[in-house]
Each structure stands twice: as C-alpha cells, then as structure tokens.
C-alpha cells in the first residue's frame, strides 16, 4: 500500500523521504511482529525502493553514487531496528518471567511463615499454581504401606493409588 501511494507521488518526492516512511514502516513492522517479518520488510522495502524510486525506474541498478549510499544507509539502519526491538522484546519476557517467579516465591514464602502447618501451606500453594481439586503427600512406612503425611483440598486421596501420581526423592 505504501510503495502504491508513494508511486503515485514519485516525482515530487525523493529517495530520501520514501526511504524514511519505508523505516517508519521496518520500525512498526518490528515492534509489532519481531524480528524477522522487520527484516524481511527491510529486505522487500530495499528491494521496492531501489525498483520504484532510484533511476533508471524499474531495475535494481542505481547509477547515483548519493542513492546508493542511501539504500545502504536504510539497510543498515532496517537491520538495526529490527535487531533491536527482537532484543527489547527479549528482554521484557525475561523480565516478566522473573516477576513471575518472584512473586510465586514472595507467595510461598508469605505462606510458610504463618502458624499454618509448612507442608500444608507448601501443598496448598502448589494445588493452587497447578489448579488442582486436591493434593497429597504420601511416605512409605517401614511395613511398605502408605501413610498421608499431609493434603489440601476437598476430597484428598487417602491412598497413593487413589489420584495422579508423581514420585519424588529416592
């Protein structure tokens, strides 16, 4: 759309202006999609404004030593948004993943220290980080049945058997 309106005006507007709106355009490509749909608009808009705006029109040759230098220029510039914002993006996640887990920890933690029962709290956060109806905490006894050292939630298994099993320790 935009090389369609651009080519409409191509005579009053020159390289430098059309390469411009093609940044703005890399620019928004990358804060929205990332990384590479920015620099394959970079790659496709190179390719239009070298084919649309640069004489002789039509062909991927350019005889002005001042337009290669701005193809170049808006290549490298296309490149670097692009690279940039795919690391800005990068690093929001990262940061949000941390607060994610800062804040699971924070919960525990606020949980453990109250009068409650530590591995009661523990379960009782962990039923709900993994949205489950109930949890329990089974040890083997020196016989080789099963005790419930702890559980949460309405209907606890009473036997290992009795619900989702998931071993930990040796």
Do not use: K
Not at 26 to 40: E, F, I, K, S, Y
């Amino acid at each position: 759309v935009l090389t369609a309106v651009l080519t409409l005006v191509r005579d009053s507007v020159g390289l430098p202006t059309v390469l411009l709106l093609y940044l703005l355009l890399v620019c928004v490509t990358a804060a929205v999609g990332g990384l590479r749909p920015a620099l394959a608009t970079a790659l496709l808009a190179t390719a239009a404004g070298n084919w649309f705006f640069t004489q002789p029109y039509s062909t991927f040759s350019i005889y002005d030593p001042e337009q290669i230098i701005a193809v170049v220029v808006f290549v490298a510039a296309g490149v670097l948004v692009s690279v940039l914002v795919g690391q800005i993006a990068r690093h929001s996640a990262d940061a949000q993943r941390a607060r994610a887990e800062a804040q699971i920890l924070a919960t525990a933690a606020g949980r453990l220290s109250t009068d409650q029962d530590p591995l009661v709290a523990m379960l009782t956060h962990l039923r709900i980080t993994f949205d489950q109806d109930a949890i329990a905490l089974f040890a083997r006894t020196a016989d080789g049945s099963w005790r419930r050292e702890a559980s949460d939630g309405e209907r606890a298994p009473v036997t290992p058997e009795a619900g989702e099993r998931m071993p930990i320790g040796g």
